[in-house]
């Protein structure tokens, strides 16, 4: 008897604790946002959020504060699809350094209690502001603090800003905070930015603005096995969407998540003038010590250096020297890492 009782206030506090460290580590994601409505008060914050770099995070890092300073939660109101998208479609070359999963998955990492992924159309695009401050901020994130980018401009023609939102503060009980434009521009980040150093192959750059790996998520899908025959197996990768921005053509020393562990490997972004005539892009991976079969597994992988542009090589034998070479440069790479750590 006094066993069981014991068995049962163990598995009672166990199911409190987790409960606890659920509520307290797990990011809750909002995206069906027809009928909601956050309980608790809470700390906001707005934008896009596209590859949740250096100046994301300076915000993100004054949600923290603040929830510690007030015992609040923090939630990020971001929108999907992209608003450019949905405003200038026209401009349809515009490609995301973050799909909606890959945002989710760095504001989680970045300790975000909430994100709401609110979809964005014409009709959103016109509310006015009174109903974006009073029907959103207010009844659906139950704002209590709100921290904005500068220049921070929403509703119908844009016509909220600033001194908007000061005027519903003072009127709903919320408090408000802007970043400076000084301290944005000390950053000098912008996703734009980031985009043009990924195209024109500028990794340390564009990790720099980050402040952490590009990376991508992508399903293993079959291809020709040449990689097989030359030594040096490659998984095929397919993105989720080809709205996601891929690097410069090149061959690349990177990381990889698969299976819930984590490898090296070398990858090559191109055309595979050697060996193809199609001209289309290709991703491909040739994963270190690893010989599993993972086709159509979805694994995740970061970039960790350019090694160098595609070449068009005169034979297989070429071709299979230089990957020789790669892969003894990315060796190289792998034990200075290790003598750092």
């Avoid at 799909?99 to 609110?118: N, S």
């Avoid at 521009?185 to 990924?198: C, E, F, P, Q």
Wanted: glycine share 6%; aromatic share 10%.
């Amino acid at each position: 008897m006094v066993l069981g009782k014991f068995a049962v206030d163990c598995f009672l506090f166990f199911h409190k604790f987790l409960f606890t460290f659920l509520t307290f580590v797990l990011m809750l994601a909002i995206q069906n946002t027809e009928h909601f409505r956050i309980e608790k008060p809470a700390i906001v914050t707005i934008g896009t959020f596209d590859g949740v770099h250096l100046g994301h995070q300076k915000i993100l890092k004054r949600l923290q504060e603040l929830k510690h300073e007030t015992g609040l939660q923090t939630v990020v109101l971001t929108f999907e699809p992209h608003p450019r998208k949905v405003l200038f479609p026209e401009q349809k070359d515009l490609k995301l350094i973050t799909l909606v999963d890959e945002k989710l998955e760095l504001l989680d990492k970045y300790g975000v209690d909430v994100t709401v992924v609110y979809p964005f159309s014409k009709q959103f695009s016109q509310l006015s502001s009174e109903f974006y401050v009073k029907d959103i901020l207010l009844k659906q994130l139950n704002v209590k603090h709100l921290v904005i980018g500068y220049d921070h401009k929403f509703g119908h023609n844009r016509s909220g800003d600033i001194n908007t939102l000061k005027h519903y503060s003072s009127a709903n009980n919320f408090t408000l905070e802007e970043i400076s434009a000084q301290d944005i521009d000390r950053i000098a980040v912008s996703s734009s930015k980031i985009r043009k150093a990924l195209e024109e192959g500028n990794l340390n750059l564009a990790s720099e603005f980050l402040g952490h790996d590009f990376f991508l998520n992508a399903q293993v899908i079959k291809g020709k096995q040449l990689g097989k025959t030359l030594g040096y197996p490659t998984a095929n990768l397919k993105l989720e969407s080809q709205e996601k921005i891929i690097p410069k053509i090149g061959v690349y020393f990177v990381s990889l998540r698969v299976e819930e562990k984590n490898y090296f490997g070398m990858m090559s972004i191109g055309v595979n003038p050697t060996t193809d005539n199609d001209n289309t892009v290709k991703l491909e991976v040739n994963i270190f010590d690893f010989d599993g079969n993972i086709y159509s597994k979805n694994i995740q992988v970061n970039f960790l250096k350019r090694l160098r542009d595609e070449k068009k090589f005169s034979n297989l034998n070429e071709l299979k020297t230089a990957l020789h070479q790669d892969k003894e440069t990315c060796l190289q790479l792998i034990s200075e890492q290790n003598t750092l750590a």
